[in-house]
């Protein structure tokens, strides 16, 4: 069963930084596209960043030059690292693992930047 499990969330100062995780079971983890989106409160979910096809991009705008995407296949793991964290940033992030199949998504883990 494949369930991307998400860590690494908490309340953090402006400025701060943190590390979310995503754990995910699977042998195929390593070819299996997988993303990071956040949900402000009120606002849709957004894509944040992913990897896929052998490279990781970051998409939303308002990050860029601040979070970095990556993943350690031999941990089967992938990391969201939110580096000058600010106040616009809180929201619940999760963690997507596209498989040839469907998609699975984690229970979230909430981020909140605040002082």
């Known amino acids: 069963q494949v369930q991307p499990v998400e860590s690494g969330g908490g309340l953090v100062q402006p400025g701060g930084s943190l590390r979310l995780s995503c754990v995910a079971s699977?042998?195929?983890?390593?070819?299996?596209?997988v993303g990071w989106y956040r949900q402000a409160p009120g606002k849709q979910r957004e894509l944040v960043a992913r990897?896929?096809?052998?490279?990781?991009?970051v998409y939303a705008e308002s990050v860029k030059g601040r979070f970095t995407i990556s993943r350690d296949n031999t941990k089967v793991t992938a990391y969201l690292q939110m580096n000058s964290l600010k106040p616009e940033d809180t929201g619940v992030y999760y963690c997507?693992?596209?498989?040839?199949?469907?998609?699975?998504w984690g229970q979230g883990t909430q981020v909140t930047v605040s002082s």
């Open positions: 997507n693992l596209h498989t040839d199949l469907r998609d699975y």
């Open positions: 990897c896929a096809g052998g490279g990781c991009t």
């Open positions: 699977g042998s195929m983890f390593s070819i299996w596209p």
